[in-house]
């Protein structure tokens, strides 16, 4: 995966890595055509809308990858707890045979009192939610790209050290449809502003403005909070600054995870990585616990929380394993975001067929 990232970031050069990008963008060209003919069926009401009983609000994105949903949909779903609200998750996860995903387990985690339903069909998820569970509002998981179930709200995440995937569409690029597709969100929320210079930020805020004029932006920084391990013990990040640091992990944006162990003056020794979404296998252990049985004796091997809660374990190679915790913290927009998310609750979704 770092391969395919580093090629289509043009990071690779000579005439063989150009022929590879150019097979990719004759890919990426029918993809466009269907991405952009499925978004006109919507639009023109050929292809029909579900509207819920109850308000759903989607967190989703523009490109393939990482750009911080889980601790949006956290943020969103604690909100509406705040408030006393029956809220529930719905996810299309991943395929039957691997079960619940990990941003389902992370999820789970945090919010013990939010149910997360998962699959292909969401607005069947959307049915069992709101007439068995009697959820009064629905977040849809990774959901902009889900014409199908109407939301009452569409926030959409920009991951400022990397906002147009490449410039292109996937498999080109990262971008799942074409950027001018934001003028559809209710709100975008601009993450990891803190990992990028301020005239850079600046930058993709004018291309958002040019681009969906009339959508706020918000800013937010994805913020280390602790290490915790699958025993629910508790350590400071200073021990990231005392202890040589061996990390790894199986995610879309690992280059973002790296960038915090370094921002948090850890001493990064060694660093693997996995595929995202990576299902690891009994071999990947007994490998990762030999890996980890070389580092030094006082090492901490660290991950991430969504590896974490697929590993289910608190020591490799005699190693302490650590997952280091990350929240949202909300920026410049908090409030704007926030009046939008409590106007939601009104917005008055009542169960039938709609065209977009």
Known sequence: MEKYHVLVAGQKRGLWPGIQRAGLWLASVPYGWAAGWRNRLY?????????????????????????????????????????????????????????RNDEAMVLEESLPDVPHLQGIDRVALARTAVEELESEILVLDDGFQHRRLHRDLDIV??????????????????????????????????????????????????????????????????????????????????????RPVAAFCGIGNPGAFRDTLLSLDAELCDFRLFPDHHPYSRSDIEDLRSWANKQARDCLIVTTQKDMVKLRLSLLGGRPLWALRISMELGAGRDMLDGKLIAALNSGSRGKIISA
């Open 43 to 99: 639009e023109s009401g050929w292809k029909q809308t579900y509207r819920a009983p109850v308000p759903v609000v989607s967190v989703g994105n523009l490109t393939v990858g990482g750009t911080g949903k889980t601790p949006c949909v956290e943020y969103v779903a604690r909100l509406y707890r705040q408030q006393d609200v029956r809220v529930a998750i719905l996810s299309r996860g991943n395929a039957s045979s691997r079960g």
């Open 157 to 242: 995440l920009i991951d400022a050290s990397n906002p147009w995937g490449h410039g292109f569409l996937f498999p080109r690029g990262l971008l799942r449809e074409p950027s001018a597709s934001l003028r559809r969100a209710g709100a975008i929320v601009l993450t990891r502003c803190d990992q990028v210079r301020p005239e850079a930020r600046s930058e993709t805020r004018q291309t958002i403005a040019r681009l969906a004029p009339a959508v706020p932006v918000v800013e937010a920084m994805h913020q280390p909070v602790e290490l915790c391990n699958s025993e629910q013990a508790k350590a400071s990040l200073e021990l990231l600054r005392i």
